[in-house]
Nanobody, 121 residues
Framework: VQLQASGGGLVQPGGSLRLSCVVSGLSVDSYPIGWFRQAPGKEREGVSCISSRTYYPDSVKGRFTISRDNAKNTVYLQMNSLKFEDTAIYHC??????????????????WGQGTLVTVSS
């Protein structure tokens, strides 16, 4: 199983980005898949999850939207109204760590390598 995240970049506050997570080895509609982020000096934070429903923490609710395209086996994270504090490396992962599960990565959990999002003026 592999998860390949992309779409990060430099964006001004208030801007938007869409992250993509291409998954191979399992079907995105068969497992909960989510995004988490880690900024320098901060704890990891789960920012979205999609299974039979979607989940968001208060920090991103109303600004971030997770979706999936079963035909492309890809999960997306649309991020709008970006803030300085959204700057982090964003990873996609099975099991939705930080939202549905803890941070202990088990043998059946898979995390992508991450894509950097920088919000700066």
């Amino acid at each position: 199983v592999q998860l390949q995240a992309s779409g990060g970049g430099l964006v001004q506050p208030g801007g938007s980005l869409r992250l993509s997570c291409v998954v191979s080895g399992l079907s995105v509609d068969s497992y909960p898949i989510g995004w988490f982020r880690q900024a320098p000096g901060k704890e990891r934070e789960g920012v979205s999850c999609i299974s039979s429903r979607t989940y968001y923490p208060d920090s991103v609710k109303g600004r971030f939207t997770i979706s999936r395209d079963n035909a492309k086996n890809t999960v997306y994270l649309q991020m709008n109204s970006l803030k300085f504090e959204d700057t982090a490396i964003y990873h996609c992962a099975t099991g939705c760590p930080g939202i549905l599960t803890g941070w202990n990565k088990g043998s059946s959990d898979y995390w992508g390598q991450g894509t950097l999002v920088t919000v700066s003026s």
